[in-house]
């Protein structure tokens, strides 16, 4: 899928040899071979950053509905930012699944300081720090941490373009089908048994997806429609891709959320659901 959008703009990060080597052949040697550590998504873009090449980083639990190139340089030249993050829905809480780095000195130096202050806190989450850093919405230290300047920055169209299932609180989408530009799944799994981070046992727990659902990785990377993937066909004229997104789809949003700490949020799970907002995921015994 990503073939038909980014195209040779592309470089995936592959954690094992059997990845590298299906990667050699399916995207022409655009591959880096590394090691499991949630280090990579600062260091590799700021390899790139070093070389004068402005990055894109993107989790692998994301569809490409697509191509997010002019869309998010549009954004960048907007203000200008150097440094564009997805976000969340319903809450002022950013998402470091989808980030764009710019070239710049400024960006060089942020992320370095991020890198070596995590490379000695090991034990803190990379997108709490990641936020502290912005000094946005969430902190990772009882005494005030000494920030190098922040690169000017923006938050991604979380409304209608790079947008979120409903799978727990704080997320989903509003308005028109057509102009989302990635679907982030908000998988978790990286996070499961980590002893650190309990996001994918919460989500299995509470979130909106039961056990009986079908996982939306596994939903949207193995329809029998090979122009799904091969040739950029629209992924919303998909049946069953359509049902779960307008699953997600919002008619209003809410505000309770705003000004609350980010994460798990158990308490006020009740309060959403019994607003009314947001559908129920697809089910397998249907056509999805």
Known sequence: RALGTPGRRLILFTLDDEAFRACLVENEQRCVRGTPSILNKFTLPLVCAHLGLDTVWLDLDVFLMSDPTPEIIEHAQRGPYDLLVSGSFEA????????YFGATTLVREWLLAVIVWMYHHPYEHDQ???SAFLNYTETVSHEPLELPRTPPW???DPINKFVTPDTFEGNGWSGDIENIVIYHFLNGES???SGLDSSGTWTKEHGHFSSGRIPLMELFYAQEDDDLYTAGTPAHENPALRRALMSSR????RTDLL??????????????RSAGQGAQPP???GDV
């Open 92 to 99: 002022d809480c950013i998402c470091n699944g989808i980030v």
């Open 128 to 130: 709490k720090t990641f």
């Open 154 to 156: 923006d938050t991604l």
């Open 191 to 193: 996070d499961t048994g």
């Open 250 to 253: 919002k008619t209003t949003r």
């Open 259 to 272: 000004g609350k700490p980010c994460g798990p949020m158990v308490g006020v799970v009740s309060a959403g």
């Open 283 to 285: 089910d397998p015994t």
